[in-house]
């Protein structure tokens, strides 16, 4: 029994598969095929924190494949009134065949992997978004044919959303830059871990100051939001501390003249991104986005048909 929490539960083949099967999948739905590997299986999502990308493209994947889900907002249980998670995790896993979790702490995903008896999927957490790395690679790959090699640069918070890029890209032995100010670093454990996988995929990961020190002759531009869902408190000295961590016209000049623009989404135009960008020609983020639903299907067949 299989859970994906991070993107080190997977490993280089596991990914690679995931990949492959993403492609297969999306080639299927696209032409108008019918799958049934998810067929009898129900999936539950439970959800912590407001989504529109990872939500929706769950749901619609496990019924693309075949499977039903449901839905469970985490106000709605009794979660909300102090039941504790291990209990909630037991009676879930009871019920249902999987568990895709939003939430805020880590540890809840972990403790619902710990005690429920079923693949647990982190479709977000405040330390890693695991499910949206591997969309994201599976877009990099349709844009740039390969990963191994290619620069990534990443410019503003070293949030959950980088910190599981760190790992992906060191996994498929990209060239990592992230271009953060000071204090709003990826976590040093996961940072760490990176490094030690780029021992042996020939990877590299660059913590740098400067946007444009990261962005120089990168492949691929990516950026996300400068205030995370739960940093809300601090936005007012975020918005300060981000100033010059836009990623615009000019940042874009400095990488390779067909870079790719990403975005995980949800985008604050004219913070992190401005709209000339977003909506300009190497904007990849819409088939970055639609790609979601691809790589939820190809993990939940992963996680879910595995005896
Ligand atoms: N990218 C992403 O996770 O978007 P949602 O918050 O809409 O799910
Ligand atoms: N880093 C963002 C990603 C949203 C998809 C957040 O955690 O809110």
């Known amino acids: 029994m299989k859970s994906f929490l991070s993107v080190s539960d997977a490993s280089k083949p596991e990914i690679d598969r995931v990949l492959a099967r993403a492609k297969t999948i999306k080639a299927a ?10 067929r009898g299986k129900i999936v539950g999502l439970l959800f912590e924190k407001p989504s529109t990308r990872t939500r929706t493209s769950f749901e619609v994947a496990t019924r693309r494949l075949g499977g039903e889900s449901i839905y469970l907002s985490a106000n709605e249980l009794q979660l909300s009134r102090g039941e504790p998670i291990k209990d909630t995790a037991r009676i879930l896993g009871g ?52 990963l191994k090699g290619l620069v990534l640069a990443y410019v ?14 060191a ?4 060239r990592f830059r992230v271009a ?41 531009l990516y950026t996300d939001v400068w205030v995370s ?39 604050h135009r004219g913070l992190e991104i401005t709209d000339e960008v977003i909506e300009g020609k190497q904007s990849v983020v819409w088939q970055q986005g639609e790609n979601k639903l691809y790589g939820a299907a190809a993990l939940l067949e992963w996680l879910l048909r595995r005896k």
């Open 29 to 38: 739905i696209k032409g108008g095929r019918s799958l049934s590997t998810l």
């Open 95 to 146: 019920y249902l065949d999987g568990i895709v979790a939003r939430v805020y702490s880590h540890d809840t995903v972990v403790q619902l992997a710990k005690h429920s008896g079923v693949p647990v999927v982190n479709a977000l957490s405040d330390l890693e978004h695991p499910t949206q790395i591997i969309s994201d690679l599976f877009t990099i790959e349709e844009a740039k044919r390969r």
């Open 156 to 169: 503003g918070d070293g949030n959950n959303v980088c910190n599981s890029l760190l790992l992906g890209a």
């Open 171 to 174: 996994i498929e032995g990209m």
């Open 180 to 220: 953060c100010p000071e204090g709003y670093e990826p976590n040093q454990a996961i940072l760490k871990q990176a490094e030690e996988i780029c021992r042996s995929t020939g990877g590299e990961t660059k913590i740098l100051r400067k946007p444009s020190e990261a962005a120089g002759g990168a492949d691929v």
């Open 229 to 267: 869902m739960g940093d809300e408190s601090s936005k007012q000295k975020r918005m300060q501390d981000f100033n010059g961590y836009q990623i615009n016209s000019d940042l874009l000049k400095v990488a390779k003249k067909d870079a790719s623009f990403m975005h995980c989404l949800p985008a």
